[in-house]
Structures are given as C-alpha cells and as structure tokens.
T-cell receptor, first 117, second 112 residues
Framework: GAVVSQHPSWVICKSGTSVKIECRSL??????MFWYRQFPKQSLMLMAT?????????EQGVEKDKFLINHASLTLSTLTVTSAHPEDSSFYIC?????????????FGSGTRLTVV | TQLLEQSPQFLSIQEGENLTVYCNSS?????LQWYRQEPGEGPVLLVT?????EVKKLKRLTFQFGDARKDSSLHITAAQPGDTGLYLC????????????FGKGTTLSVSS
C-alpha cells in the first residue's frame, strides 16, 4: 500500500531558529501533498496544499513567509518553519494521495512533534 | 467552506459496550472518510464511503453514509481496549478541492 514517510518524528529547537520537516511518498508519486497542523486534543487543520513544481496554496490565516513549502519532486515535499516561536509548537502532519482525489482517502505521515523553547 | 460536526467529543465506556459516533454537515459531500489516530501518530484511514445510504463493515466497526450524503456514523460493537483512540471523520474541502477537512474528532476510551 501507499506509504508516506515523515521526518523527523520530533524536534526541539530554540526560539528564532528554523526547522525543516520532510514528507516523502515511498512507493508512489504524489503530485500533491498536504500539510496539516494539530494542536493537543484538537483536530487536524489544513495549512497548505503543496503542488509539485509550483507554489504552494496556503489556507487563510497561514503565513506563507513563515511556513515555507517546497515540492521539488514527485516524492518529496518539505515544510520549513522559519524563525520559530513557542506558539508554533504543534504536531505537523503531511499527507499524500496517489488516487484521483479526495474521494479515495489519503495516506498520512506519522507526524512531527515540534517543540520551540 | 464545508464544515463537519462530530459528536460526541469524548466517550468513555467499558469493554463490551456498543457505541456510535456521528459526523454531520449541512453540506453534501461526494464522499466521507473515517480515520483513527493514536497519540503521536498520523491518522490511519479506516474506510471511505461514497454512495448515499452505503453501509460498510470492518470487523466490529460499521460505517454508514446518510442517504443525502450529509452525514455519516461509525458504530462499534463490543468495544475493546484496543479501540481506544481519536476517531476523525473527513471529507473533501470543497467540490473541486482535493484537500480534506476534518471533524473535531471523538476521543474514545475503552477500559477493561
């Protein structure tokens, strides 16, 4: 089945530094990947849609200059949290689909727990 | 933007009990998915329902898609401690979109 690998699984960084999170589709090509953020005891909130070879589409309220997304290949999308602050601490999850769209469900990465101190 | 209302938010039951989780919307969805998420992990797809009135079974889990495709339910029979987790319903964010929106989730705790 479709496998999505996310790395790192957890990271602790100092306030003001940048952190890069990688999302890889291991056995399929994903022209589109999605980045979600999940706060404790809350649901997943879509941050942005990552399109291979083009600019990402950000949801309202998500700062594109703070959350840099790069989708340089069909199997890799990266999310860089720039100048991280404690309020950016969250669980970040990526997903991808090798199907024709949202009607068929998605495979999610295992998530990255970011803690900014 | 379509919204998904999920209830109950929290559910704590004893092993062997039955339970139902509901996912409702005022909008029509082309499909709905149910996911289960454990702490520190990403959601894992349980089922996708596409046809109005559709019923799918996955062992002790029964999923139903409403006739009008505005709601769905997840019924667990004889719950076990291993069923403990966060259950999320999700659907396409809009008619043309491929991203998902999620309900707020139901945290299920099954004690032995």
């Amino acid at each position: 089945g479709a496998v999505v690998s996310q790395h790192p699984s957890w990271v602790i960084c100092k306030s003001g530094t940048s952190v890069k999170i990688e999302c890889r589709s291991l056995d399929f090509q994903a022209t589109t990947m999605f980045w979600y953020r999940q706060f404790p005891k809350q649901s997943l909130m879509l941050m942005a849609t990552s399109n291979e070879g083009s600019k990402a589409t950000y949801e309202q309220g998500v700062e594109k200059d703070k959350f840099l997304i790069n989708h340089a290949s069909l199997t890799l999308s990266t999310l860089t949290v720039t100048s991280a602050h404690p309020e950016d601490s969250s669980f970040y999850i990526c997903s991808a689909s090798n199907s024709k769209g949202a009607g068929y469900g998605y495979t999610f990465g295992s998530g990255t727990r970011l803690t900014v101190v | 933007t379509q919204l998904l209302e999920q209830s109950p938010q929290f559910l704590s039951i004893q092993e062997g009990e039955n339970l139902t989780v509901y996912c409702n919307s005022s909008s029509v969805f082309s499909s709905l998915q149910w996911y289960r998420q454990e702490p520190g992990e990403g959601p894992v797809l349980l089922v996708t329902v596409v046809t109005g009135g559709e019923v799918k079974k996955l062992k002790r889990l029964t999923f139903q898609f409403g006739d009008a495709r505005k709601d769905s339910s997840l019924h667990i029979t004889a719950a076990q401690p291993g069923d403990t987790g966060l259950y999320l319903c999700a659907g396409p964010i809009n008619q043309a979109g491929t991203a998902l929106i999620f309900g707020k989730g139901t945290t299920l705790s099954v004690s032995s």
